[in-house]
C-alpha cells in the first residue's frame, strides 16, 4: 500500500504514523495535539520514493524465536517518553557534537556523506 510502513505485522501510511506519534507526545506532554498538528508539512516528493517500508519478521522469529516485546502502541510511547526523558542526547545529536565523542572513542567521526 503507497505511503505506509510496516513492522512486528504493523502497516500504517505515513501520516497515520505521524498522527499517532503526535497523540502519543500531546498526551505524554499533556499539551494540545493542534499545537503538533500544526508543525507537519507536506513536500513535493521524488516519484516513488518513501512508498512503502517494510520488515518481514518471520525468519528471525522462525529461525531464532525472536518476539516483539512490545507491542506497536506500547513501544511508540515508550520510544517518545525516552527521548522526552533524554533531551540531552537529543540535543547532542541535532548539534553533532556527538562527532567529538567518536572521534575520542574510535578515532575519527563518521564520513557526513
Same mark, same amino acid.
Given at each position: 500500500?503507497?505511503?505506509?510502513?510496516?513492522?512486528?505485522?504493523?502497516?500504517?501510511?505515513?501520516?497515520?504514523?505521524?498522527?499517532?506519534?503526535?497523540?502519543?507526545?500531546?498526551?505524554?506532554?499533556?499539551?494540545?495535539?493542534?499545537? /503538533?498538528?500544526?508543525?507537519?508539512?507536506?513536500?513535493?516528493?521524488?516519484?516513488?520514493?518513501?512508498?512503502?517500508?517494510?520488515?518481514?519478521?518471520?525468519?528471525?522469529?522462525?529461525?531464532?524465536?525472536?518476539?516483539?516485546?512490545?507491542?506497536?502502541?506500547?513501544?511508540?510511547?515508550?520510544?517518545?517518553?525516552? /527521548?522526552?526523558?533524554?533531551?540531552?542526547?537529543?540535543?547532542?545529536?541535532?548539534?553533532?557534537? /556527538?562527532?567529538?565523542?567518536?572521534?575520542?572513542? /574510535?578515532?575519527?567521526?563518521?564520513?557526513?556523506?
Amino acid at each position: 500500500m503507497p505511503g505506509t510502513t510496516s513492522g512486528a505485522r504493523n502497516e500504517w501510511r505515513n501520516i497515520d504514523l505521524v498522527n499517532t506519534l503526535l497523540e502519543v507526545l500531546a498526551a505524554d506532554k499533556n499539551e494540545s495535539l493542534d499545537r /503538533y498538528r500544526k508543525l507537519i508539512t507536506f513536500v513535493k516528493d521524488r516519484p516513488g520514493h518513501d512508498r512503502r517500508y517494510a520488515i518481514d519478521c518471520s525468519r528471525i522469529e522462525r529461525e531464532l524465536g525472536w518476539v516483539p516485546r512490545h507491542d506497536f502502541a506500547s513501544g511508540l510511547r515508550e520510544t517518545v517518553r525516552w /527521548y522526552l526523558s533524554n533531551l540531552e542526547w537529543v540535543r547532542g545529536v541535532r548539534t553533532g557534537e /556527538y562527532r567529538s565523542w567518536l572521534e575520542r572513542n /574510535y578515532g575519527r567521526a563518521p564520513d557526513s556523506g
